[in-house]
């Protein structure tokens, strides 16, 4: 008889959507798996100059690299990557409500880039690149994105959004292992605690900005332009519902 195959670790992948909290989940799961266990860590390139956590070439050459330390995949990498991987993922994802998401996405844009702090946050809304990138039916994109669509700067790929990919989006979701939503964060910790026998430990803010008032009209004008994405997370709240 051949010899068995040894036992493959389970192995898990983290759709880290944006502006979600998933960095203060990243934080506590390195506790469970310790900081090389979690794809990326310091040894997978600087965040800036290399960006580990969004570049898919450099996903790809690390997995190759320290695949058998690697128990977590995270970064903002659509749900498809798995399929590049070559291994079996048990997959989770963190919801957030699409206009709390791209006002924390603007307000973070606006601490991160000096040039524009003094701009106001409708103003780089508009602007097409930010838009289309990072804002967009962000959620949707996430889970609804196929492999052979993905550029190389992953979640930035710009798609043309229509039904097929809100369905192809909630269909994935219903087939992921775990998700939750950001307004219940320590509740969906707890989830992935009992789910898959993780000990995260005390809860962590990091990544975090302060809320600021807008007007109502730009708040429905987020909510018009991410339709999808409201109808995606009103599928998830329905979900978890139930």
Known sequence: MPPERPAQPERFFFVH????????????????????????DASDGDPVAVSP???????????????DQIRVVTGHFPLCATDLLGADFRTFTILRDPVERTLSYLRHHRVRTPEDRERPLEEIYQEGGNFRHFIENHMVKMLSLRAEEMRPTAMMTIVDFDRGRLESAK??????????????????S??????????????????ATEAVDVPASFRRRI??????DMELYEHAVGLLGR
């Open 171 to 188: 269909t994935a979701l219903e087939g992921m292992d775990a998700f939750g939503l950001q307004r219940d964060l320590e509740e969906f």
């Open 223 to 228: 909510a018009e332009d991410n339709g999808l």
């Open 17 to 40: 959507m944006q502006k979600t909290g998933g960095v203060s989940l990243y934080l506590r799961m390195q506790r469970e798996f310790g900081e090389q266990g979690v794809y990326p």
């Open 53 to 67: 956590q969004l570049m898919l070439p450099v996903l790809l050459e690390r997995w190759a690299a320290r695949r």
């Open 190 to 207: 707890r989830t992935l605690e009992s789910r898959f026998g993780w000990r995260l430990g005390a809860p962590v803010r990091e990544n």
